[in-house]
């Protein structure tokens, strides 16, 4: 099983499991990506590090912070703050290295509103505004838009953005997808709902969605309270209908939000989250996406990092 990846989303690339690369020769959706393929050689990372992870922290919710780690356990900050919007939050940081070689975050950009963004960078280090992100459409339009996450669909070729919507104020939260419509990451079709996921009470959000073994797994926090739990569902097709297959505390991690996977070069996959209510940042990991060993703690994110993603570079 190939171990590299290269989005928020994790991109788990065939029936049989194995981790799409954006160094094998395909773009994202070959029917509207224009962009120039990379060579292997040409193409370049902005860090040697395997893994780099950006969130915003309990301190400040208007400011990028860039982690890297050699090991996926232990990380050091890069550079923070990274980057501070024009306006607004930066919440729920997505990232992902593009086929054009650089960097992009989608990010909440406010408590309340019908957008989220989407910044680039080439060094991890300065970035710049490419697109506010409408999510109003004929069929909804949300009081709150939250945890935009990337995520390339294997099926399809397309480069998706997972969004939490609700249509009151702080829920009740359902899943859509976006889609990008070309490669410049600036023109989106969508909201498409995620059937089979019940809103009831308080919904659920920061969905987080894996391709493996021909199934897709989303992990999302069921948001109401009495709850605040990951949980797992899975479909035949990123839209759904998804049936939950583990619901409650069913991996010991208590109470946690900001789902992120990736995965390990000896093939598990680890899942981060952020503790929610007891200021930690966890880890587990899994051979089969269903069974989890007892979460551990990352000391030097626990306490100052909040929800964000891990990017797997190798």
Do not use: C
């Not at 391709?211 to 949980?231: L, R």
């Not at 000391?299 to 797997?312: A, D, M, N």
């Amino acid at each position: 099983m190939l171990t590299k990846l290269w989005t928020k989303a994790f991109i788990f690339a065939s029936a049989a499991g194995a981790l799409a690369s954006p160094l094998a020769g395909k773009s994202y959706n070959e029917t509207t990506d224009t962009a120039p393929q990379l060579s292997q050689e040409m193409f370049k990372r902005a860090v040697s590090a395997p893994y780099v992870f950006t969130a915003f922290t309990s301190q400040s919710k208007s400011n990028l912070y860039v982690y890297t780690s050699s090991d996926g356990t232990a990380f050091s900050l890069l550079k923070g703050p990274a980057y501070t919007p024009p306006s607004g939050l930066i919440r729920d940081p997505s990232v992902i290295l593009h086929s054009d070689g650089k960097y992009y975050i989608a990010y909440t950009t406010n408590w309340s509103g019908t957008n989220f963004a989407i910044a680039t960078s080439s060094d991890l280090q300065n970035w710049s505004l490419v697109a506010t992100v409408n999510t109003k459409s004929s069929s909804i339009t949300p009081v709150n838009t939250w945890a935009p996450e990337f995520f390339k669909d294997p099926k399809t070729g397309q480069l998706n953005i997972v969004v939490s919507l609700s249509t009151g104020s702080y829920g009740p939260f359902l899943p859509y997808v976006f889609t990008a419509t070309d490669s410049t990451l600036k023109n989106w079709s969508g909201p498409v709902v995620m059937s089979g996921i019940s809103n009831a009470g308080l919904g659920y959000i920061d969905t987080f969605p894996v391709y493996a073994n021909g199934v897709y797994h989303i992990f999302t926090k069921a948001e109401s309270n009495g709850k605040k739990n990951v949980e797992h569902a899975t479909a035949q097709s990123l839209t759904g209908p998804y049936n939950f297959v583990q619901t409650g505390n069913f991996a010991g991690w208590g109470q946690a939000e900001g789902p992120s996977i990736t995965q390990l070069p000896n093939g598990q996959y680890r899942l981060y989250a952020d503790g929610f209510s007891s200021g930690k940042y966890i880890y587990a990991d899994s051979s089969d996406l269903y069974n989890w060993s007892a979460y551990k703690t990352i000391p030097s994110l626990s306490g100052t990092v909040r929800h964000g993603t891990v990017l797997k570079q190798t």
